[in-house]
């Protein structure tokens, strides 16, 4: 199993839809995990931190099933300027202070 | 200016040539990372550094080679360019206390 798996889509949903990611992991030990937009050609940033409890920002809310081990990303109420592409970000097995990143969900929101 | 740069932001070479691809950060986070972006492969770690003098392998480190002697820079040598490593190249740095990585524009690498 890979470390962290994601759909790379393209998800292509209509302005005010709800639309959610998932990302699946195989380290069982992970603790820390995130969430990162990536525009076209552009460099990643930090979405979101994911927490146990889950974690909500706005139109953003990010959950975490360890019984299942996956992470997901649920936007409420698309907006064009969601456009992108959201990287799952989970520790890797190599050490703590290294991360893995997934390949990507492309979300395209169309008027 | 404040923040994580990249030079060269493009760069054109020819297979077998030594390339140098800069970082420079200006926070003096102690982390520091060279990622390659492909299609089809997301975000691959090549090297990172934990501090000066510091540095470590990461999934894909042939070929490379890295360097910090201070740590606001972190060069990335590629000894001599393939056509497999044309690709699209972040760095970024973080520090001791955060989760956050903070990346540079990325420097995009052609070799022909």
């Known amino acids: 199993r890979k470390e962290v798996e994601q759909d790379p889509g393209p998800f292509n949903v209509p302005e005010g839809a709800t639309v959610a990611f998932n990302c699946t992991y195989s380290?069982?030990?992970?603790?820390?995990f995130f969430w990162y937009r990536q525009d076209c050609r552009k460099e990643p940033k930090l979405l979101m931190s994911?927490?146990?409890s889950g974690n909500e920002d706005g139109r953003f809310t990010a959950q975490l099933n360890r019984a299942s081990q996956y992470i997901s990303l649920l936007i409420r109420d698309s907006k064009l300027s969601d456009s992108a592409t959201y990287l799952c970000v989970v520790p890797s097995s190599g050490g703590y202070q290294k991360v893995t990143f997934g390949i990507g969900t492309k979300l395209q929101v169309i008027p | 200016d404040a923040g994580i740069t990249q030079s060269p932001r493009y760069k054109i070479t020819e297979t077998g040539r030594q390339v140098t691809l800069m970082c420079h950060q200006t926070?003096?986070?102690?982390?520091m990372f060279w990622y390659r972006q492909d299609l089809g492969h997301g975000l691959r770690l090549i090297y990172y550094s934990a501090a000066a003098d510091i540095t470590d392998k990461g999934e894909v480190p042939d070929g490379y080679v890295v360097s910090r002697s201070k740590t606001e820079n972190f060069p990335l040598t590629l000894e001599s360019a393939t056509r497999s490593q044309t690709s699209v190249y972040f760095c970024a740095s973080r520090n001791y206390r955060s989760e956050e990585a903070f990346f540079g524009q990325g420097t995009r690498l052609t070799v022909v």
């Open positions: 380290n069982s030990a992970s603790q820390s």
């Open positions: 926070w003096s986070h102690s982390y």
């Open positions: 994911v927490y146990s």
